[in-house]
């Protein structure tokens, strides 16, 4: 089984301020195809999950540019680099590379 | 877009049987997956099933105990429960797993076990 790992588990960060979040992989995400299936998601509060990054580094239809994706292998990160009162809620890194499985959560919150 | 039903209260020991209800004549196209909630937790993996239903797979803990299975003439995706445990309780949510991404979901149903 993968596991992810996903630090920190809270930021606390104010408006217009970057934020980062990393998230580890117990082996590495790179698959057969070549791609990196790895994708990040936002949780707000009392709302399903929904789609930031895909492929370690691919922004999904709609997601503002303040958000990107980085990593190889087994290394990754998210960043928001200006946050903005709407972000807040619980993000999550996903591997589907070996089957799935998600990340822990990093809860983000405005000071 | 994606919607659950079918979750509720049940004791210990029993069975559920959730649906998810695809709006999209593609449905067929598309590997879908189960992701549960416990209240208060994480995002847990559970099950995916591939376009046909032919191939399956299950996060370790609900092995034996819950089945994926789909009905593309319904758009329809399924997930029995037997044997539930007081730990299964969560929202559930079906995904659209479309390059080994999520990039639907549903709004979630809840099943909370307990006496």
């Known amino acids: 089984e993968t596991v992810m790992t996903q630090t920190p588990l809270s930021l606390s960060v104010a408006p217009g301020q970057p934020a980062s979040i990393s998230c580890k992989s117990t082996?590495?995400?790179?698959?057969?195809?070549?791609?990196?299936?790895l994708s990040w998601y936002l949780q707000k509060p009392g709302q399903s999950p929904q789609l930031l990054i895909y492929?370690?580094?691919s922004r999904f239809s709609g997601v503002p540019d303040r958000f990107s994706g980085s990593g190889s292998g087994s290394d990754f990160t998210l960043k928001i680099s200006r946050v903005e009162a709407e972000d807040v809620g619980v993000y999550y890194c996903l591997q589907g590379t070996h089957l799935r499985t998600f990340g822990q959560g990093t809860k983000l919150e405005i000071k | 877009q994606l919607v659950e039903s079918g979750g509720g209260l049940v004791q210990p020991g029993g069975s559920l049987r959730l649906s998810c209800a695809a709006s999209t004549s593609t449905f067929s196209s598309y590997w879908i997956d189960w992701v549960r909630q416990a209240p208060g937790k994480g995002l847990e993996w559970v099950a995916i099933?591939?376009?046909?239903?032919?191939?399956?797979y299950y996060v370790d803990s609900v092995k034996g105990r819950f089945t994926i299975s789909r009905d593309n003439a319904k758009n329809s995706l399924y997930l029995q429960m037997n044997s539930l445990r007081a730990e299964d309780t969560a929202v559930y949510y079906c995904?659209?797993?479309?390059?080994?991404?999520?990039?639907?979901w549903g709004q979630g149903t809840t099943v909370t076990v307990s006496s």
């Open positions: 492929e370690v580094s």
């Open positions: 082996q590495s995400l790179l698959y057969s195809d070549g791609k990196t299936y």
């Open positions: 099933i591939s376009q046909d239903g032919s191939v399956n």
């Open positions: 995904a659209k797993d479309w390059g080994r991404r999520m990039d639907v």
